[in-house]
């Protein structure tokens, strides 16, 4: 082997390697600038903090994505993206609304539940003035919306809606907000609460099947 063959191998070596540091560097700093989101909220939240925590300097914060709004946008866009994906994922290969429905609680209980930094920051922008929402908290909302809409558009989705009697942005509203609740308090791997002495502590797929067995046994 030439040594320019050698010399090539080692550039290109070393431009991967600089590729996985620079990765590891913006995962870093993404997940502590959730972290720093969700306790403080937009308003309260400090890039210096954001950096700390990544062990990186400002100046490589502002390098790798930007500023506190760019962050934020950043932060939110990739939570979402794969929320959303969870969601299409879990309907794959499934025609009934029954199973669709079902799936798509499953898939939303799952990733709601399992992220409380998700649900703190969610909660926080929904608490939000009107027409103050993040856009891309609204385009998430009016996503996963959307699926629902289309798992209940077919007749034995209108019949499952008929039953419960409920308008079927009610019915997203009881879903999506029940489970933002659930997920709202940190400490453990889901919520807890304590009603008279007794611990309820759900899991995601405890809360899934429990959603989905009150909507297929819904009397008219």
């Known amino acids: 082997m030439s040594a320019q063959e050698v010399s090539g191998q080692e550039v290109s070596g070393q431009e991967v390697s600089g590729k996985d540091k620079r990765s590891r560097t913006l995962e870093r700093i993404l997940g502590s600038a959730l972290e720093e989101f969700a306790e403080h909220g937009y308003a309260g939240a400090r890039t210096e903090r954001i950096a700390r925590r990544a062990g990186v300097n400002k100046a490589s914060l502002y390098y790798h994505i930007g500023d506190k709004e760019a962050l934020y946008d950043t932060v939110l866009r990739d939570c979402f993206t794969d929320l959303d994906r969870s969601i299409e994922k879990g309907l794959e290969g499934l025609s009934s609304s029954d199973e669709r429905l079902d799936a798509f609680i499953r898939a939303l209980a799952e990733k709601v539940l399992g992220s409380a930094h998700l649900a703190q920051i969610m909660l926080a922008e929904l608490g939000s003035a009107p027409g103050r929402v993040h856009h891309e908290v609204s ?14 558009s077919n007749a034995r989705g209108r019949e499952i809606m008929s039953r419960t009697e409920q308008d079927p942005m009610l019915g997203f509203a009881m879903i999506f907000g029940g489970l933002l609740f659930l997920r709202s308090r940190q400490g453990g791997t889901v919520a807890e609460f304590s009603f008279q002495n007794s611990v309820f502590r759900p899991s995601p797929a405890d809360v899934a099947e429990g959603i989905t067995s009150i909507l297929h046994s819904a009397k008219p």
Do not use: H, P, T
Request: aromatic share 8%; proline share 0%; with cysteine.
């Open 139 to 152: 385009g998430c909302i009016s996503s996963i919306l959307a699926k629902y809409m289309d798992i209940l």
